[in-house]
């Protein structure tokens, strides 16, 4: 098992930019894809961004692409999500999430997932 512990939300206006980060302790985090989530009240929680171990194979939800930025650093156990050009429809409990083996956009391959931090988008 891997502990998460995101940080960085918080409020912004439309058109800003936020860095949530994602601190991983306990196995090595180097053996784990990583992935962002997020989830609206009411709504499922919808895949964001994921990246490979190594950090050179990453993918987005269509909703983000060029705007966010999925990235990690394994000597620092940290997995970072960039978010620019913020808009409303963005706001939601953000999440990072591990797993073993390759990338996934489905959130039930995900067995280890953080507490969620919030992300409030204003017009």
């Known amino acids: 098992q891997v502990q998460l512990v995101e940080s960085g939300g918080g409020s912004v206006q439309a058109g800003g930019s936020l860095r949530l980060s994602c601190a991983a302790s306990g196995r090595t985090f180097s053996s784990f894809a990583m992935g962002w989530f997020r989830q609206a009240p009411g709504t499922e929680r919808d895949f964001v961004a994921t990246?490979?171990?190594?950090?050179?194979?990453?993918y987005y939800a269509n909703s983000v692409k060029g705007r966010f930025t999925i990235s990690r650093d394994n000597a620092k156990n940290t997995l970072y999500l960039q978010m620019n050009s913020l808009k409303p429809e963005d706001t939601a409990i953000y999440y990072c999430?591990?797993?073993?083996?390759?990338?996934?956009?489905?959130?039930?391959?995900?067995?280890?997932w953080g507490q969620g931090t919030q992300v409030t988008v204003s017009s």
């Open positions: 999430a591990a797993k073993e083996g390759y990338t996934s956009t489905h959130y039930r391959d995900y067995n280890n």
């Open positions: 990246i490979s171990w190594s950090g050179t194979s990453t």
